[in-house]
């Protein structure tokens, strides 16, 4: 496909997005073995690499989603993550793994992980399609982590800036004069 005008970057091509999905979704597979695990999905950004995700794990699993926000059309956190979906069942005594596009700040997985925790989970666990260590203001880390990127801001495959570009098939990088704007 030809580069959208947006960005200047290919990171990850879909070929190489699908490979490395597939290795995610079987290492939660072996490590969860017997176990029933409940996969949230943090709207909206890991809602592409999610129907992906689930779709190679070969688990009992079930599915809830969640939204916060934290961005609004900024490319840097507000610091401040709000609640704007809550999942719609209780968790107390389940294994839930986080399915999140990117790890930046660490602040909204500091958040959901707190929350759940004291909803009484059984286990908490992370996984992230991104990660980008250089932005991380927490001790937050990823239990399971697709890719560790360099401090760019990236879209496509789900990821977005205010909004856009989520339906880009590849993690591109943004063109920086688009957010200078
Ligand atoms: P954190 O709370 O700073 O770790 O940010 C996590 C959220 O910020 C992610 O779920 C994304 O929605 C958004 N985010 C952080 N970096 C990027 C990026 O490079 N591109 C698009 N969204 C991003
Ligand atoms: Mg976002």
Redesign the pocket.
């Known amino acids: 496909m030809k580069l959208h005008q947006d960005v200047c970057e290919v990171l990850y091509t879909e070929k190489q997005l699908q490979q490395r999905v597939a290795e995610l979704g079987a290492q939660i597979t072996r490590d969860y073995q017997g176990e029933e695990v409940l996969m949230v999905c943090?709207l909206?950004?890991?809602c592409i690499f999610y129907c992906d995700l689930i779709r190679h794990i070969d688990l009992d699993i079930k599915l809830d989603f969640i939204a916060?926000s934290?961005?609004g059309n900024d490319?840097k956190?507000s610091g401040e993550?709000r609640l704007t979906k809550d999942l719609s069942s209780p968790i107390s005594g389940k294994n839930v793994i986080i399915v999140?596009?990117?790890?930046?700040?660490?602040?909204?997985?500091?958040?959901l992980k707190r929350l759940f925790e004291a909803r009484d989970a059984k286990s908490v666990r992370i996984c992230s399609l991104?990660d980008?260590p250089e932005?991380?203001?927490?001790d937050?880390e990823g239990d399971y982590i697709g890719f560790t990127?360099p401090n760019?801001?990236?879209?496509g495959y789900g990821?977005?800036?205010a909004e856009r570009y989520r339906n880009l098939p590849d993690v591109c990088v943004?063109d920086p004069r688009i957010y200078a704007k």
Do not use: H, N, P, W
């Not at 999140?100 to 958040?111: A, M, N, R």
């Not at 932005?135 to 927490?138: E, F, L, Y």
């Not at 760019?152 to 879209?155: E, T």
């Open positions: 943090t909206r950004g890991a916060t934290s961005y490319t956190s993550v999140e596009d990117i790890i930046d700040s660490g602040l909204t997985l500091k958040y991104l980008k932005g991380r203001q927490t937050i990127i760019a801001f990236v879209v990821l977005d800036y943004l």
